[in-house]
């Protein structure tokens, strides 16, 4: 079968040799084709089939729950310029990498064009439409580009993302009235906390890592402390310490809202394993690299900041995307103490008695929404590991 | 090029080490906790406890902070826009109408079982209406402030109709379901225990889990507060299978809660529900209020709709809050009819007025 | 850095790197002291404000609460600590299970994606990126709420083996409904004792004749069978003195058909087999991705110097694949595991009551959170470190010594 020259089986019915070679080259092989045929049979009529059969008005009723909450109806277009940035950004980072859309974008089309075809008031059925075009135009934008000025764009346009973010949904008065934290939910929450604690466990990661890997005994002591403690237990028990017992620890009055206090919550959780991600990236670091700044009199400072953290960085990215499907799929614990996020918010929707028995039909959406994000963020990174993995290996 | 690339991430990683100092405002409390941060962590300096009444921190502010929850059907959950709705609900736009005259300067906040008392105490909501019922031990312990019930609901059980269930004895050996962390859980085991009924214990987090085991058939009963299991049966159309048994082993008075020591704030709470207990009393509704204030010749009834004594006044309030009360919102009997006794055929058992053979008493307005 | 450091008395306090460091620690350790003080400083007050100074002694009270399973005893007069044994009980036994059933799966489906067959291999895929890209959390309440309690109930039950006894009973020796599993097992008697003591010989002989084959392959450099022999010889041992015993040690178990449940017999309710069997599905994805990156990170020269050696295919993979396979494979496979433990609490989102739902449950009645959290995580901790700590001691034995 290795044999490099087609045989003349192979080149008289293709087909029939790739079926041959892939599913019925032996006994045991037959076997497994006709065991993942009954298998595949199970899934399409037990499992495929009944999901036609649903009632689905549950969900086209209550999209606007599951994406956003209790967010103000007025105010929804700030959601819908946040996707705008995003998407914006998302479509420059592909071009960045590759010369054609991979298949994720295309992947996100389909979901934005199913979006577009629900039960939307027609301006967001119009902006849906306007963040596929912006997915794909800016790709289109960033082959006008120059490579570095572009990697520079797509670097402080993802940095910039948080602050636009938090700053456009929660608004500070004027054009952009506050909406308060807690009437954020579902989609929007679920996305927020998890973005927020990508970007905020980062520096508190970093500080943890180099507060390990340091010389002093008692700063080392504390940060190993700190990230064994938090890496050693469930990450509900880290959201209970916020929940319950953050507001006791802080005087009278200084209790921030849940909001804060779950995110609080996550952002540790996910500072510990950011430490641990980064100890290893710095321990990859060669140490000819640091001979060679100190031997340019750099102080020590000095050398991690300009020439270590960089790269470590560098590296760091497709780990940080990567982490940041995690922290989504570690924000719906957040439903646990009572946040009504992606997974809290179907409590709620089930509550209303006109959809007291849709909650199978919320779950399996809720559970299609996060695998189309989760899967296609993963794919991102993959992308961007291989792109990236190409660009910095460092020699040692 | 190489040079470029590298400042680009010099001006990230300094960015990024901002960012955790000054990137949210709102939020330094994320790494107050992390001591690894000691830059960010300031000290929190003990404050110095100033006692501003409830009242008026709330008219300070503009509106009332109530936790509420966010999924009892009837009582309170989110409509498909994401605003609440419910009998719970309309008791908080009740309190809004007294303090500031619409029903609308409220702020919900979704709360669990195990946070809500925690929520009160730490003044992070000025007022808890969440089927929370009232006895000593949090009445004396917890720090908490009851108002007059505003519901009498009593725990009972729900089973399926064709087996034959009619007392709690026949339940020897069946699955029973009941909820965590609430006084359901305890009292389900105190009485069992004490009756020597052996049985199976189910415990879930929420109504909707409880629901579907039930439903399916994994539990032969679930242990609920009466009006919940009224609002249980409601959810199907074949309710017919189902039904509550007639004991009531426990009594669930449902109060809103206030923090101790604040009675100027519990005395707008508790004087809201008399106001709507003394609508439902007399007749007085949205739609005939106008007329009652205009006909009236009782001085109680002008009391209450602010021509007679200045009892709002006293409060803090404007002078017409029961009247805008009742007009706005309604009496006790509209509210309960508009989100229990229609949509979801509760009946009104104790929850009417005394001089209608039920528990409710509203104190004279004199 | 300067390597040898010049006379102190030339150097500015705030330019010696030595004394700076000492000065910095200092700092660092005031200020965490402060922080860590005003926090506790502030709990104590806010508790003792409202009458509740920390103290374990409410974990000797009555708990006042059933729970739904427990391998030990429980009842509403067990203690709290009572509930809370249980509890890690509970945790304990369904994680261990959980990690050794997740470790076949993944293997198995490892091996699937490894396959050539195009159908089974694009089946794993999806298997796992499906899996992969789900909460936890929801993929539970999915399992539990479409899967188990969709199974048939009690009354329609799948029923192996039914028998009518004399009294009006109904014996089932199999059932599976969504209120669980339950058949037929064997318990012991009152005669076990004898029988365990001869067990605990077999064990000790076995043992020793684990040892000897040991030493003499050690020696003579043949290939013995170290596992299998001794464990043959365990269990003949074992049923020789089952039998020769004049009473039986065991006695048969069989569930009886109640009037709403089934009683005796081996339990397994459906919220410990979704929680279970839910974690396994979850697990086995992850660890199947760790397989298949430890074995296809063997190059292929390996295993074509294995076959040029005449070694036979599954001399191959015995002797070459998994010895180096496994350096790879355990440091992740061991924050899996840490995993598996941790993730079990999120029973308590399927009414499983795990240490986890217990705690909470605690917390609500007592109003003792402090000291629940602590408590908790102590044991999570705890858990945790033994873990890695054993998983440490078996990888620094595997690795491969270079020479």
């Known amino acids: ?396 | 090029m190489k040079k470029r690339v590298t400042l680009a991430f010099v001006l990230i990683s300094v960015l990024v080490l901002c960012l955790s100092c000054g990137g949210k405002q709102e939020s330094p409390e994320p790494t107050t906790t992390s001591v690894a941060a000691p830059a960010v962590a300031a000290a929190p300096a003990p404050v110095v406890k100033e006692k501003t009444s409830t009242l008026q921190q709330v008219k300070d502010r503009g509106y009332i902070v109530v936790g509420v929850n966010a999924s009892n059907p009837g009582f309170a959950y989110l409509q498909e826009d994401g605003s609440y709705t419910g009998f719970e609900i309309d008791l908080a736009k009740a309190l809004s109408v007294a303090v500031f005259g619409t029903p609308d300067k409220l702020e919900f906040r979704p709360l669990t079982s195990k946070e809500r008392f925690i929520a009160l105490q730490s003044g992070e909501i000025d007022v808890l209406i969440r089927t929370a019922t009232i006895n000593s031990s949090r009445d004396t312990e917890l720090g908490l402030d009851f108002t007059t019930p505003y519901f009498y609901d009593g725990q009972t059980f729900v089973v399926r109709d064709n087996i034959g269930i009619n007392t709690m004895e026949d339940l020897e050996g069946a699955s029973i379901a009941v909820l965590t962390g609430s006084t359901t859980e305890t009292n389900l085991a105190a009485i069992m225990a004490s009756k020597q009924i052996e049985y199976r214990p189910l415990t879930f987090e929420n109504l909707d889990e409880m629901k579907s085991a039930f439903i399916n058939d994994r539990v032969d009963a679930v242990s609920v507060d009466k009006s919940s299991a009224v609002v249980f049966l409601a959810q199907f159309e074949d309710a017919g299978d189902f039904k509550g048994l007639e004991e009531t082993i426990s009594k669930e008075p449902l109060g809103i809660a206030v923090r101790h020591g604040d009675s100027a704030w519990k005395d707008i709470c508790q004087w809201t529900l008399f106001a709507l207990f003394y609508g439902d009393e007399h007749a007085i509704t949205s739609a005939n209020v106008d007329e009652v204030l205009s006909t009236t010749t009782s001085p109680e009834t002008k009391n209450v709709l602010g021509k007679g004594k200045e009892i709002g006044a006293m409060m803090g309030l404007s002078n017409d809050w029961a009247y805008q009360i009742i007009k706005q919102v309604g009496n006790y009997g509209e509210i309960f009819d508009r989100n229990l006794g229609i949509p979801m055929k509760v009946t009104r058992g104790y929850n009417k007025p005394w001089n209608q053979g039920g528990l409710f008493y509203a104190n004279p307005f004199n | 850095m300067s390597l040898t450091r010049p006379n102190k008395t030339n150097i500015p306090l705030w330019q010696d790197t030595h004394k700076r460091q000492i000065l910095a620690q200092f700092i660092f350790a005031v200020l965490v002291i402060v922080i860590v003080s005003l926090l506790y400083g502030n709990i104590i007050d806010s508790l003792s404000e409202i009458g509740m100074i920390p103290s374990f002694r409410f974990l000797r009270m009555d708990s006042n609460i059933d729970i739904s399973e427990s391998i030990i005893s429980v009842d509403n007069t067990s203690s709290n600590l009572r509930l809370i044994v249980s509890g890690f009980l509970n945790t304990i036994s369904i994680s261990f299970l959980a990690i050794i059933f997740s470790t076949i799966l993944g293997l198995i489906i490892a091996l699937c994606r490894l396959s050539t067959n195009y159908l089974i291999n694009k089946l794993a895929v999806i298997y796992i990126e499906i899996i992969r890209n789900i909460p936890l959390l929801l993929l539970l309440l999915i399992w539990y709420r479409a899967f188990f309690l969709k199974l048939p109930g009690i009354k329609e039950a799948i029923i192996f083996g039914k028998t009518l006894q004399e009294g009006g009973q109904t014996q089932l020796s199999f059932s599976l409904s969504n209120r669980g599993i339950s058949m037929a097992w064997l318990r012991p008697s009152d005669h076990f004792t004898p029988f365990l003591v001869c067990m605990a010989i077999a064990f000790v002989v076995a043992i020793a004749l684990g040892i000897f084959l040991k030493h003499r392959e050690n020696h003579t450099g043949k290939e013995q069978r170290i596992i299998l022999f001794p464990f043959l010889l365990f269990i003949g041992l074992s049923l020789i003195s089952y039998a020769l015993l004049p009473n039986a040690a065991l006695q048969k178990d069989i569930p009886v058909l109640g009037k709403f449940n089934i009683s005796g017999g081996l339990h397994i309710t459906a919220e410990w087999f979704s929680l279970f069997s839910g974690l396994i599905l979850y697990t086995s994805a992850f660890i199947a991705e760790i397989f298949r990156a430890g074995i296809q990170g063997i190059p292929k020269g390996q295993i074509e110097a294995a076959r040029s050696l005449g070694l036979s295919h599954m001399k191959t993979i015995r002797l070459v694949i998994i010895p180096q396979a496994k350096v790879v494979i355990i440091p992740p496979l061991t924050s899996q595991y840490l995993g598996v433990a941790k993730n079990t609490s999120l029973g308590v989102a399927i009414g499983f009551p795990d240490l986890f739902a217990i705690t909470g449950t605690i917390i609500n009645q007592s109003g003792r959170a402090l000291e629940m959290i602590i408590l908790v995580m102590a044991i999570y901790l705890t858990l945790s470190l033994l873990t890695s700590l054993i998983m440490n001691l078996y990888n620094s034995r595997i690795q491969i010594k270079e020479r």
Request: aromatic share 12%.
């Open chain 1, 1 to 396: 079968m290795n044999n490099p020259f087609k045989t003349p089986m192979e080149v008289k019915h293709p087909l029939y040799y790739w079926i041959h070679k892939n599913l019925f080259s032996t006994v045991g092989n037959t076997l497994l084709t006709l065991f993942s045929c009954y298998l595949l049979y199970l899934l399409a009529t037990k499992s495929l089939l009944p999901l036609f059969s649903w009632d689905w008005t549950v969900i086209q009723a209550n999209l606007k729950l599951i994406l956003t909450g209790s967010y103000p109806n007025e105010q929804l277009w700030r959601v819908h310029l946040c996707l705008w940035y995003a998407a914006f950004f998302f479509g420059m980072t592909f071009r960045f990498s590759r010369k054609t859309p991979p298949r994720i974008m295309y992947l996100l089309g389909i979901v934005l064009i199913f979006f577009a075809s629900c039960k939307f008031e027609t301006l967001h059925r119009l902006s849906m439409l306007c963040i596929l075009f912006l997915l794909f135009g800016s790709f289109f934008i960033a082959s006008k580009l120059k490579k570095e000025r572009l990697s520079l764009i797509i670097i402080f346009g993802w940095i910039l993302l948080l602050p636009f973010c938090f700053g456009v949904i929660r608004g500070f008065g004027g054009p952009l009235p506050i909406v308060k934290t807690n009437l954020w939910g579902g989609l929007l929450l679920s996305l927020l906390v998890s973005l927020t604690s990508i970007f905020l466990s980062l520096p508190i990661g970093l500080l943890l890592a180099l507060g390990r890997r340091s010389k002093m005994k008692i700063v080392k002591s504390v940060c190993i402390f700190l990230i064994e403690l938090i890496r050693g237990v469930p990450l509900i028990t880290i959201l209970f310490i916020g929940y319950l017992i953050l507001p006791m620890a802080l005087p009278k009055g200084w209790a921030p809202s849940v909001f804060i206090r779950a995110l609080s919550g996550v952002v540790l959780f996910h500072s510990a394993y950011m430490a641990e991600a980064l100890r290893g990236g710095l321990q990859g670091i060669s140490k000819t690299q640091y001979e060679a700044a100190t031997s340019l009199n750099l102080s020590p400072q000095k050398t991690m900041i300009f020439i270590i953290l960089p790269q470590v960085l560098k590296r760091m990215i497709p780990v940080l995307v990567n982490s940041f499907t995690s922290a989504l799929k570690d924000t719906s614990l957040i439903s646990i103490i009572g946040m009504l996020d992606l997974i809290g918010i179907s409590t709620s929707i089930v509550s209303n008695p006109k959809y007291l028995t849709g909650s199978a039909q919320v779950l399996f959406f809720e559970g299609s929404l996060y695998f189309v994000l989760c899967y296609s963020i993963s794919k991102a990174s993959v992308v961007l590991e291989k792109k990236l993995g190409v660009t910095t290996k460092i020699k040692k």
